[in-house]
């Protein structure tokens, strides 16, 4: 590596990185609302990945399940008195509050998963499409212009009716609806950055394509896609909560918080209403705190891009 | 798009076994099977299909109740489009005012509070929002009916319910489901635009002219911003009209998304593809309105085309 | 001038009042149906929800009594002579546009069966074993059979007459099915009349003024669709409706202690059972059975039905809207055993000693297939069912999906057990026995839905000689037996069956149908 490219690959020097660094750092505390996002995100990604350990029972082991205990309100204690219902139970017997930890981690996981593929496959696709620009350009970009035109609920429906349940299943089908976003998104910020002197810099020393590409234009165009990644994760649990309350998401004995608040909707009209409002608080937090820190974000970052 | 959704459709399942009675036999599925035209090949099936659509705009007939698709499509969409435009207009004439409030203002109080709803509103998912509408109103307070619609009377060629108290207590709770995220876009927009305005040279000469603030808002500054909102109100439009599967589903409001997901589950492909190709050609026709509204409201695209 | 007015005011108040005292004369019943009837037409698709306003429009040649024993209806009585059926029709019906009824009408009724284009579901069912019809005068009607048919009768009761003026048109079936959704042709003998059908909205009638019975007690009924059960249970609540089909089983304590309502609880003749793949080979799901098929084992099934707490199913899943089942009609129905009345207790000591006995001391993996929304509460019960065979180390992966895929993957073998349900439309054994136990066999019709290798040639041919054996005595004393046969040998598992339910005013009554038929003719004004 030369002196030269090291230096356009620091993106300037070592120190003014770090002030900016700082700088960005100062300008997130400044919102409380937006720490309040993050420490409430923390919590939320700690619940989840602890929930064997926190939870008092394992909601998927149903040979576990009394159905004598069925419909608890919150605070009773169980048939056996082994275990007190914080949040009470489910039809099945099931302790609501494990059933939030639990539908929490396979949110998060069906989240995090499908943003990161989605991240990938269409960052690729819009750098290379502004990279090379002409027919690959146009080609990417019309199948991204379809795919946008066409709302990401009905595509994901369409697709998981023909997929069938499951959590893998729940994953291609998000994959499938936001890629385009990004992708869009990796296009806009590539070709401005494409024309920036830099490159052109980098074009004259001859540096493969790809490296140009990865080493080069990427690294520039991560914060407006980390935005985005942000604020998919929170469309992503959404809209995965949203399917799988339609019956086409997750499966019934694997409940994320979606299933939860759909298999308590039936009995939320009789009055029973723990079942279903527990968890959907529960999915309100996660999402509104993700949504809290992507919008602090967004401000942040890119300042113009105000919608 | 159609040749997948028809493909998708044929593999998941048999809509005869659906359709049949399960004491029919073999022999009576296969004469079922025949008069739908399920024996033949799937290319086939597909290929009569494009020259019925194509050629005699025949989307062919619901397998579940032997009527043309398109008229059952047909026959649900006022109520879809009843639902979609009531909550529009609430989102727009509630989110606004708010919007400039918040434009004006940004640092006060009030703005900060409208700005974090609004991350509320639009976070939040639609199904959520309906269930706890319906927690809230219908369950808890018995203010609201939990679902369905009430009654109608014709309004030249198309049932309306809005012309009766009844109608609107059925009516709301849907209503302000959409219209909570819808809103909260529009609040966003308008405080951009709003502030994007302000500072230009015909708002201060406005002012300096010693114009009411009253009229400088309404008139000067409301003049300016529409552009953006309508834009934005027009394409949300079509969404809300996609997204109202969630919605009808949530309320069993008996509209077009209600129709795709029963037509979903009971595998009822003529439905379900009639619906696909009409939804694209409503929000194909949708984006060309609020190009002409964009002509009409901006002086200046209008000369640039006379020129 | 005064007095004018005053006289005009007067008039105003009288016709007021006349009318409100017309208004407490006639009364209007209006139901919420649970599923709106997918077509007018009475032959198009052989579905509950048709039949249920197909049967109140029209009459079918006899009629089933709630508790499924063919009587009278159109065919006044009947004499059978081997395949020979003679009905005597009932004189001076008309319908309800005033033409008279007659045997001609009935043989075109018949004839136009397996002429409707796309019927989902058609009703040549119910008349494949006639071999002809033919009118001998205007009141009397033969009917030849291809064999004994001794449930003939059943079969015609879910035929409805139509009019062979009325229906005839140039089409093949005459009036179309898309004519008679509108209301063209739909003249029935029936005690209500069409008025008209808002797709979604609601379906009116009004009585038939023709009516050859006693004169019906509704002026108008309404039948408005109200899909979501919450929502029915609002309108009645809110006075909206007058009566309700299944209300849901959470709500049904909440609402028997409301005094302005009444509700009737009635046994239905819909088995909820649980079948398991006894084929050969390893059925799909099941594992650590070292290559066995652990169902074709009588001990593990029985096993598998001890694990089973059906009580508990019935008091938390369905809140006591069931009965637990240990056959696959409720007894004293025609041809049930007596030995098997009452549902077997859970016990699950016995159940793990019968696995290890078998060979499977430490349990097995299998996978339970269930539809989600064709029976009442379907995927709970196949949750608790799950849960209740990895109590003795049975580990059940449940796989939910709406019917028609659940439908589709039975099929085709897609699941070791599945959870389904079974209405048995004739009311007697034979019909469950034929469609559930007897080897699949489907050219001849025995079997059809035994989609689990189940096969017993002993059972077999007991049931099919029962089945063309017109001495009532002698039938069902060998359908009782084949029952004994089938449940002893543990050959499907029923659970339970459906109790239907309908929730009305307290001024509204009505007896509830063992076939789940919401019937209007049948509702009265309670006294």
């Known amino acids: 590596m030369t002196a030269a490219e090291n230096i356009l690959e620091s993106g300037g020097q070592p120190a003014m990185r770090e002030s900016m660094l700082r700088l960005f750092a100062e300008q997130f505390l400044a919102s409380k609302l937006a720490v309040l996002g993050m420490i409430l995100l923390a919590l939320c990604l700690c619940l989840a990945i602890f929930a064997p350990w926190i939870a008092p029972q394992n909601p998927f082991d149903i040979g576990t399940l009394n159905i004598m205990d069925s419909k608890l309100p919150p605070g009773s204690v169980s048939g056996d008195g082994a275990m007190m219902h914080w949040l009470g139970t489910d039809g099945q017997a099931r302790d609501v509050f494990s059933a939030i930890l639990y539908g929490l981690r396979i949110s998060l996981i069906v989240g995090l998963v499908s943003v990161s593929a989605a991240f990938a496959i269409g960052a690729t696709a819009g750098l290379i499409s502004a990279y090379f620009g002409g027919r690959t350009e146009a080609l990417l970009m019309r199948i991204v212009d379809i795919q946008l035109s066409f709302p990401a609920i009905l595509v994901a429906l369409v697709l998981l009716s023909v997929l069938g349940k499951g959590v893998d299943k729940v994953i291609y089908a998000l994959v499938a609806v936001q890629w385009a976003y990004f992708a869009r998104a990796a296009r806009g910020a590539a070709i401005v950055e494409r024309n920036k002197e830099y490159v052109q810099a980098a074009r004259c020393m001859s540096l493969s394509w790809q490296r140009i590409l990865w080493r080069h234009i990427f690294p520039n165009c991560i914060p407006p896609l980390m935005v985005i990644a942000t604020i998919d994760l929170a469309h992503a649990i959404a809209l995965e909560a949203t399917l799988s309350f339609l019956g086409v998401g997750v499966p019934v004995t694997e409940p994320s918080l979606g299933m939860l608040i759909s298999n308590g909707f039936e009995y939320m009209m009789s009055g029973t209403y723990w079942i279903a409002f527990f968890p959907g608080i529960a999915l309100a937090l996660v999402v509104v705190a993700i949504n809290l820190v992507g919008d602090h974000l967004r401000d942040i970052l890119n300042p113009r891009n105000e919608i | 798009m159609s040749a997948l959704v028809f493909a998708a459709l044929y593999m998941i399942g048999d809509p005869v076994l659906m359709l049949a009675s399960p004491e029919a036999g073999d022999a009576e599925r296969e004469l079922i099977r025949q008069s739908f035209g399920l024996d033949l090949p799937l290319w086939r099936q597909y290929l009569i299909f494009l020259n019925k659509v194509f050629v005699h705009l025949d989307f062919g007939k619901s397998f579940l109740t032997g009527e043309p698709a398109i008229g059952l499509i047909l026959d649900r969409m006022p109520a879809t489009l009843e639902l979609a435009t009531a909550a529009m207009l609430f989102a727009v004439l509630i989110g606004v005012p708010l919007g400039i409030y918040a434009g004006l203002k940004p640092e006060s109080f009030g703005a900060r509070s409208v700005m974090t709803g609004s991350v509320l509103g639009f976070s939040l998912p639609n199904f959520w929002v309906g269930l706890m509408l319906i927690m809230v109103f219908a369950v808890f307070l018995h203010w609201m009916p939990a679902g369905g619609r009430g009654p109608v009377q014709a309004f030249g060629p198309i049932q309306l319910s809005i012309f009766s108290w009844a109608g609107w207590r059925s009516l709301i709770l849907p209503v302000a489901t959409i219209a909570v995220a819808k809103c909260a876009l529009i609040v966003r927009v308008t405080r951009a635009a709003t502030r994007e305005c302000l500072p230009q040279d015909y708002i201060k000469f406005a002012r300096a002219r010693g114009l009411s603030e009253a009229r400088v808002l309404g008139?000067?500054?409301?003049?300016?911003?529409?552009?953006?909102?309508?834009?934005?109100?027009?394409?949300?439009?079509?969404?809300?009209?996609?997204?109202?599967?969630?919605?009808?589903?949530?309320?069993?409001?008996?509209?077009?998304?209600?129709?795709?997901?029963?037509?979903?589950?009971?595998?009822?492909?003529?439905?379900?593809?009639?619906?696909?190709?009409?939804?694209?050609?409503?929000?194909?026709?949708?984006?060309?309105?609020?190009?002409?509204?964009?002509?009409?409201?901006d002086p200046r695209v209008q000369s640039k085309a006379r020129a | 001038m005064k007095s004018i007015r005053k006289s005009i005011l007067m008039s105003a108040l009288a016709v007021s009042l006349l009318s409100a005292a017309g208004m407490a004369h006639a009364r209007d019943l209006t139901i919420a149906l649970a599923t709106e009837p997918s077509s007018m037409d009475p032959q198009f698709h052989s579905l509950t929800p048709n039949i249920q306003i197909s049967e109140t429009i029209f009459d079918p040649l006899v009629r089933t009594d709630a508790v499924a024993k063919p009587i009278p209806s159109l065919a006044e009585s009947w004499t059978v002579n081997g395949n020979v059926w003679l009905f005597k029709l009932r004189p001076n019906v008309k319908f309800s546009d005033g033409s008279p009824f007659t045997a001609e009408d009935v043989v075109f009724t018949y004839a136009r069966v397996p002429k409707v284009p796309n019927s989902p579901s058609s009703f040549n069912l119910y008349l494949k074993s006639i071999e002809k019809v033919e009118a001998v005068d205007p009141l009397t009607l033969r009917i030849t059979t291809d064999g004994p048919s001794?449930?003939?009768?059943?079969?015609?009761?879910?035929?409805?007459?139509?009019?062979?003026?009325?229906?005839?048109?140039?089409?093949?079936?005459?009036?179309?099915?898309?004519?008679?959704?509108?209301?063209?042709?739909?003249?029935?003998?029936?005690?209500?009349?069409?008025?008209?059908?808002?797709?979604?909205?609601?379906?009116?009638?009004?009585?038939?003024?023709?009516?050859?019975?006693?004169?019906?007690?509704?002026?108008?009924?309404?039948?408005?669709?109200?899909?979501?059960?919450?929502?029915?249970?609002?309108a009645l609540l809110a006075g909206d409706v007058d009566m309700i089909e299944n209300p849901p089983t959470d709500d049904l304590a909440r609402l028997e202690k409301d005094t302005k309502l009444h509700i009737q609880k009635t046994p239905s003749v819909r088995v909820i059972y649980i079948a398991l793949n006894q084929g050969k080979d390893v059925p799909a799901g099941v594992s650590g059975t070292d290559g066995k098929n652990p169902m074709t084992d009588k001990r593990v099934r029985e096993a598998l039905s001890l694990a089973i707490d059906r009580n508990a199913i019935v008091a938390r899943i369905m809140d006591g809207v069931a009965l637990p089942a240990a056959n696959l009609l409720p007894y004293p129905a025609f041809g049930t055993s007596k030995k098997y009345a009452t549902a077997p207790a859970a016990d699950l000591a016995k159940a793990r000693e019968l696995l290890a006995a078998a060979g499977y001391p430490k349990g097995f993996t299998l996978?339970?297939?269930?539809?989600?929304?064709?029976?009442?509460?379907?995927?709970?019960?196949?949750?608790?069912?799950?849960?209740?065979?990895?109590?003795?180390?049975?580990?059940?992966?449940?796989?939910?999906?709406?019917?028609?895929?659940?439908?589709?993957?039975?099929?085709?073998?897609?699941?070791?057990?599945?959870?389904?349900?079974?209405?048995?439309?004739?009311?007697?054994?034979?019909?469950?026995?034929?469609?559930?136990?007897?080897?699949?066999?489907?050219?001849?019709?025995?079997?059809?839905?035994?989609?689990?290798?189940?096969?017993?040639?002993?059972?077999?041919?007991?049931?099919?000689?029962?089945?063309?054996?017109?001495?009532?005595?002698?039938?069902?004393?060998?359908?009782?037996?084949?029952?004994?046969?089938?449940?002893?040998?543990?050959?499907?598992?029923?659970?339970?069956?459906?109790l239907s339910v309908w929730a009305m005013k307290q001024d509204v009554r009505y007896g509830g149908r063992s076939d789940q038929l919401t019937l209007a003719q049948d509702i009265t004004l309670a006294k």
Not at chain 2, 223 to 247: C, D, H, M, R, S
Not at chain 3, 161 to 182: D, F, H, Y
């Open chain 3, 150 to 234: 001794p449930v003939l009768l059943a079969n015609l009761s879910v035929v409805p007459i139509m009019s062979k003026k009325a229906v005839s048109g140039p089409a093949p079936e005459g009036k179309t099915t898309v004519e008679l959704n509108r209301g063209d042709g739909l003249i029935g003998t029936g005690p209500y009349k069409f008025v008209s059908w808002k797709r979604g909205a609601e379906i009116v009638l009004e009585r038939n003024l023709h009516y050859w019975g006693g004169r019906p007690a509704w002026d108008k009924v309404i039948y408005r669709p109200i899909t979501k059960p919450a929502a029915r249970v609002a």
């Open chain 2, 219 to 297: 008139v000067h500054l409301l003049k300016n911003i529409l552009i953006p909102i309508v834009t934005v109100a027009g394409l949300e439009y079509g969404q809300v009209f996609a997204f109202a599967v969630v919605t009808e589903s949530v309320f069993s409001w008996p509209g077009m998304g209600k129709l795709l997901i029963d037509s979903i589950i009971t595998l009822d492909r003529p439905v379900v593809v009639a619906y696909l190709i009409l939804t694209v050609v409503f929000l194909s026709l949708l984006n060309l309105v609020v190009d002409v509204i964009y002509t009409i409201l």
């Open chain 3, 367 to 498: 996978s339970l297939g269930s539809p989600n929304g064709r029976y009442i509460n379907d995927q709970r019960i196949a949750q608790s069912v799950a849960a209740m065979w990895a109590n003795i180390g049975v580990k059940t992966n449940v796989e939910t999906m709406a019917p028609p895929v659940f439908f589709k993957k039975r099929n085709t073998y897609a699941f070791s057990t599945y959870l389904a349900g079974w209405a048995a439309a004739t009311g007697e054994m034979s019909h469950p026995l034929t469609s559930l136990v007897l080897s699949h066999d489907p050219a001849l019709g025995i079997g059809t839905t035994n989609w689990f290798h189940y096969s017993n040639t002993g059972l077999d041919r007991l049931v099919q000689d029962a089945s063309k054996t017109q001495d009532d005595g002698k039938r069902s004393e060998m359908l009782q037996r084949a029952g004994e046969m089938a449940m002893s040998d543990y050959a499907i598992l029923p659970l339970q069956f459906e």
